[in-house]
């Protein structure tokens, strides 16, 4: 059974610095790996979706990687912004290519001023 | 508007009630899902479905009913509430089983 864990659940940094939020997962076959942010009250916002033949995707300032081998993506983000203050939840599709998500419990970014 | 639409926003309802949340998609995805976000368990699977008229059970299934006639439409029943089926539920939907998913904006239940 697929379990996506991150690490660490809050994480507090002043802005413009650069910043590595943990992803780990306990079955290496996966199909792909998506990255989401979650405003409070808000659903989410998907930011990057990493095939599973891929090793890294970019968008802006915002770079995630995935290395199926060790069970692990990370998600860098640059020159943090009081803006990027959200709940970052990593998620896995499962082996059996049916679609269905695995969550891990996020984790909560504040980007102090 | 295009998009992933959620209603209602917001619903309190009594214990023993059947209550229907809705769930409508413009795009012709496929794949559509239901999940629910509790604190301390994050986001669960309650059902998701490959097509129309073909869906099936998530982690978490136990008290919900869903039904999909229509591609663009992906309702989810709570046949009886309980009060543990208080929660921030998300519809979800996806054009391929390895594509990027669209998230509702969600509907916060509360039973009381």
């Known amino acids: 059974k697929q379990e996506v864990t991150q690490i660490p659940a809050?994480?507090?940094?002043?802005e413009g610095e650069n910043l590595v939020l943990n992803c780990s997962f306990t079955d290496s076959a996966i199909y792909n790996l998506q990255w989401f942010r979650q405003d409070p009250g808000k659903g989410l916002t998907s930011l990057l979706l990493i095939q599973s033949s891929q090793r890294e995707q970019t968008s802006g300032r915002l770079n995630a990687s995935l290395d199926k081998s060790s069970g692990?993506?990370?998600?860098?983000?640059?020159?943090?912004?009081?803006g990027d203050?959200?709940?970052?939840?990593?998620?896995?599709h499962g082996s059996s290519n049916t679609g269905k998500l695995i969550f891990g419990q996020g984790?909560?970014?504040q980007v102090k001023p | 508007d295009a998009?992933?639409?959620q209603s209602p926003r917001y619903k309190i309802t009594e214990t023993g009630r059947q209550v229907t949340l809705?769930?409508?998609?413009t795009w012709s995805h496929s794949y559509m899902?239901?999940?629910?976000?509790?604190?301390?368990?994050g986001l669960r699977l309650i059902y998701y479905s490959a097509a129309a008229d073909i869906t099936d059970k998530g982690e978490v299934p136990d008290g919900y009913v869903v039904s999909?006639?229509?591609?663009?439409?992906?309702?989810l029943t709570l046949e009886s509430a309980t009060r543990s089926q208080t929660s921030v539920y998300f519809c979800a939907s996806s054009l391929d089983p390895g594509g990027g998913y669209t998230f509702g904006s969600g509907t916060r239940l509360t039973v009381v």
């Not at chain 1, 809050?10 to 002043?14: G, N, R």
């Not at chain 1, 692990?72 to 009081?82: C, F, G, K, V």
């Open chain 1, 10 to 14: 809050a994480l507090s940094v002043p």
């Open chain 1, 107 to 109: 984790t909560t970014l």
């Open chain 2, 22 to 25: 809705m769930c409508h998609q």
């Open chain 2, 33 to 41: 899902f239901w999940y629910r976000q509790d604190l301390g368990h």
């Open chain 1, 85 to 92: 203050s959200a709940t970052y939840l990593c998620a896995a």
């Open chain 2, 68 to 75: 999909r006639s229509k591609t663009e439409n992906f309702p």
């Open chain 1, 72 to 82: 692990r993506s990370t998600l860098y983000i640059a020159a943090s912004q009081p």
């Open chain 2, 3 to 5: 998009g992933i639409t």
